[in-house]
């Protein structure tokens, strides 16, 4: 994990996103959970794991494994 890590303080150090929260999971259980950076550009407070945050978008990360589900079984 710690490759991940690295990329995720690189990702931060280098302002390409302000904070950074990832989770790695199989069927059954985390794998490994961590949390970078502030909760807000404007506050210190630490974002951890379980931090609640507004995320846009989100049809692209339901929509697209769907279809690509559908081009597995030829549907489309």
Sequence with gaps: M?????VMKQTIDSGEAPSVVAILSDAHNIL?????APRSV???DAMTPN???WFASMTKAIVSPGAMQLVEQGKI
């Design 51 to 53: 931090t609640i945050f």
């Design 42 to 44: 404007a506050a210190s």
């Design 2 to 6: 710690a490759a991940v890590e690295k």
């Design 32 to 36: 490994y959970e961590a949390a970078y």
